[in-house]
């Protein structure tokens, strides 16, 4: 089950959805739905293109590593490290999209909606407007910095309501992999044949 956003304790496998893409400078999102609690390994598949794979060892609904089911990354790849990955859905362009979120950005947000309340409310709910700053030349160097007095509570449009009105929860946008799937994805990677159904998703480190 995905979480809604004040169930989330604050710590996102293919999808028809579109993912939205973060453009350096600033950035207006209004996040709708539940959130997707999860960890991924990246790893090189197909053209060196990075996949997600989930980290099965995490719980998604109590957030926490609980180790009940079988990670066949952690046998294939015993020095892959799993990192965080939620997700929630966003209205951008006239659209739903995935909206992937960065660490330091959500525990803005988080910090934020103590004062604002919660984002995703189809009444009450506000705008995420922040800023992508880039601050090296590598890829990872990159910080996000919301901007809360630019975020005032507003309620969706009649537009909008009519996006979300058919939503799907973030359980069924990026459904978890079972074990035994898990393991075939696994072995088509090791036998070089990747996955071409996947869609290449480069990490945005934050």
């Known amino acids: 089950m995905a979480l809604t956003f004040n169930q989330s304790k604050g710590e996102a496998q293919k ?10 400078g600033d ?9 997707c609690s999860r960890y991924v390994y990246w790893l090189k598949g197909e ?23 079988k990670d066949w990354v952690r046998e294939y790849y015993p020095d892959q490290k ?11 362009g006239g659209e739903v999209k995935v909206f992937n979120l960065k660490k330091k950005l959500w525990e803005q947000i988080r910090v934020a909606a103590e004062d604002l309340g919660d984002p995703t409310h189809m009444e009450t709910g506000w705008d995420i407007h922040f800023k992508r700053v880039k601050t090296g ?10 901007q809360p007095l630019k975020s005032k509570p ?4 009649d537009e909008e309501k009519e996006l979300v009105e058919n939503l799907k929860s ?15 994805l696994l072995d088509r990677l090791r036998e070089g044949a990747g996955n071409s159904s996947d869609e290449s998703i480069e990490e945005d480190f934050a």
Request: overall charge negative.
């Open 15 to 24: 999808s028809k959805v579109k993912s939205y893409t973060y453009v350096d």
């Open 170 to 184: 973030m359980d069924d946008v990026l459904p978890r992999p079972t074990a035994d799937a898990q393991k075939e």
């Open 82 to 92: 799993c990192t965080w990955s939620y997700a929630i859905q966003c209205i951008h």
């Open 154 to 157: 507003r309620p969706l449009t």
């Open 47 to 69: 053209n060196d293109k990075n996949i997600p794979m989930e980290c099965l060892s995490y719980d998604r609904e109590k957030e926490t590593f609980n180790n009940l089911e």
């Open 137 to 146: 030349p590598m890829a990872y160097n990159v910080e996000y910095q919301l």
């Open 27 to 35: 950035n207006k999102v209004r996040l709708i739905g539940d959130i």
